[in-house]
């Protein structure tokens, strides 16, 4: 039986007749659920009514937020004395205000009118169909003693402590709220007026992280936001998971018309078969909880096994751009008695791409930064084909301190703006294989050529035609979250922020990115797929040096500093 079965929360009271599921296990369970009813009672039960008329009977009505209103209570009095009736089983969460905790005198929850039923304070439920539903009422308070109609860490800790200390816990179905969690708009679609940065409760956030619902309602911001699903896995570091789709409800009856009912079908998960449940929609996006990974260790650095034969790319140590740096990129127009700067990791050996290394020819760099430089492609696809690379000697992306990360992306940002600036869109990728020294590649592709979606696709089809397995992750994730040091592995990042992935694991073509970006369907320069097809004086490379810097002058960050 769904409220009265033995697994149900121990504290909680049921005093309504249970609904019988067991018939149903099999069946997909059809419910509704809806935002701040706010005392408007018959505007939402006759919009059920229509829906049920329209669309056959549902299951169960969920409702979050504020249940009761600042108005009369004429409209609740009948309800209340069975003059008018509920047209569906309802359950609701309790009060987020002083105004009407009054309506819920029985904290583990009771029947306030037939068909009308509180949930409690906190608590869980699993019928006989399997279905388990996990419901905190109130709102977030952080002070003792805890008002009646808010939630305290305390009662968060209780709910998953509850569920997430067994072995066999994977998620629940069903997790209702009245507010917001915290940041739950971090790495999603536009959640619209509504900062998720300062609003919402990040108690609610640490529960939602815990308990992995497959569905989160919540209300109270008077606004509709289906949030784009995301993962609750690390990519390629942990087994797939199911995702999560929280959706915020408005208010019943608002005059914008914004959406308050929301209408869906859900087979409780532990009557799913695995693979079905861990399936991850097109849209999904990285987890908006999640921290990003721990600064990974820089103190080995593993070497590839051997270096490409031959180097791609040349700098300029010498070229006068606006300040004198030091090797380290320190402006040497600081204080007298300058902090001295933390030295950057060094090379076992040789290295061509080290800044400070006498190996380097002395031509092609185009701006340098405090951790990071720009150069232009030795034989490059385009006359503006550009390199980010550390100043230090780092192998690879997975391998950079938290500070050269922050100059590489912006960097990455930076040229984006000028490209775009330009007419072109630009392919950032790596190859983190037969590599000593980072190669972050910047290719422009004038928009005039083809579509992101076409490049995106030059790349999944050139990796099939030769069986490389080429992955999308989510867009805002962490590379050091896929990938561990020394691992190595193909990258690619697009304009929109899309990215593909291969994890290297024995051999790879080394001009690959090259190939695809020079085919037909891209670039179509076919005969530049490999660079040292390309080469051009060093005459004509100065030329081209000289006139990038004097382009890209403009948005050079580093004459901010």
Not at 27 to 47: H, Q, S, T, Y
Not at 235 to 261: D, S
Not at 292 to 306: C, F, T, Y
Not at 486 to 501: I, N, S
Request: charged letters at 25%.
């Amino acid at each position: 039986m769904f409220p009265g079965s033995a697994d149900s929360h121990p504290n909680f009271r049921w005093q309504s007749q249970p609904i019988l599921f067991g018939q149903m296990a099999q069946k997909p369970l059809r419910l509704l659920a809806c935002g701040d009813v706010e005392g408007k009672f018959d505007i939402l039960f006759n919009r059920v009514q229509a829906i049920q008329k329209k669309s056959g009977n549902f299951d169960l009505l969920l409702c979050v937020g504020n249940f009761f209103g600042s108005t009369p209570d004429a409209e609740w009095e009948e309800y209340k004395t069975g003059i008018k009736k509920a047209p569906i089983q309802t359950y609701v969460l309790g009060a987020n205000n002083q105004e009407t905790v009054k309506y819920f005198q029985d904290a583990d929850g009771c029947e306030l009118a037939e068909n009308i039923t509180y949930l409690g304070r906190k608590g869980i439920f699993t019928g006989s169909s399997g279905l388990q539903i996990v419901y905190l009422s109130g709102t977030e308070s952080l002070n003792e003693p805890v008002p009646g109609y808010s939630f305290s860490p305390k009662d968060v800790s209780s709910l998953r402590t509850m569920l997430c200390t067994t072995s066999q816990f994977k998620g629940v179905d069903i997790l209702l709220t009245s507010p917001w969690p915290k940041y739950v708009g971090n790495f999603g679609n536009s959640s619209g007026e509504v900062d998720t940065k300062k609003c919402g409760s990040a108690l609610v956030s640490s529960l939602a992280t815990g308990l992995k619902p497959r569905y989160h309602f919540a209300a109270l911001e008077k606004t509709y936001y289906e949030r784009l699903p995301y993962r609750n896995h690390i990519v390629l570091q942990e087994n797939a998971q199911h995702v999560t789709r929280f959706i915020a409800l408005a208010n019943v009856g608002n005059p914008e018309k914004k959406k308050y009912l929301y209408a869906f079908s859900i087979v409780p998960m532990k009557l799913m078969d695995a693979a079905e449940l861990v399936k991850q929609p097109p849209d999904v996006t990285e987890n908006p909880y999640r921290k990003s990974g721990q600064e990974a260790s820089i103190g080995k650095q593993i070497l590839a096994p051997v270096e490409e034969s031959a180097c791609q790319f040349f700098f300029d140590l010498n070229e006068k751009q606006g300040r004198k740096r030091s090797s380290t990129g320190r402006d040497s127009k600081s204080s007298p008695h300058p902090k001295l700067p933390r030295k950057p990791p060094q090379p076992p050996g040789p290295c061509w791409f080290c800044l400070a290394s006498p190996e380097v020819e002395k031509h092609l760099v185009v701006n340098i930064g405090t951790h990071c430089y720009l150069a232009l492609a030795k034989g490059g696809l385009s006359d503006d084909h550009v390199l980010i690379l550390p100043i230090g000697h780092y192998q690879s992306v997975v391998e950079l301190s938290a500070e050269v990360v922050e100059e590489v992306e912006k960097y990455k940002a930076t040229l984006r703006r000028f490209f775009k600036s330009r007419g072109k869109r630009c392919v950032v990728f790596e190859r983190n294989y037969k590599s000593h020294h980072l190669q972050l590649q910047v290719i422009p592709v004038p928009v005039s050529c083809c579509a992101t979606d076409d490049i995106k696709d030059a790349f999944i089809t050139q990796a099939q035609e030769q069986q490389i397995e080429l992955l999308e992750i989510p867009e805002h994730s962490d590379i050091k979250q896929i990938a561990q040091p020394g691992a190595a592995y193909f990258y690619v990042e697009l304009d929109t922020g899309e990215k593909l992935f291969h994890r290297i694991k024995k051999n790879f073509p080394l001009q690959f990115g090259r190939e695809v970006l020079a085919s037909e369907a891209i670039l179509n320069v076919p005969d530049k797929s490999d660079w040292r097809q390309c080469q051009i004086s060093k005459e004509d490379e100065e030329t081209l040096a000289r006139r990038f810097r004097k382009d890209f002058e403009p948005y050079d960050f580093t004459l901010d500093d």
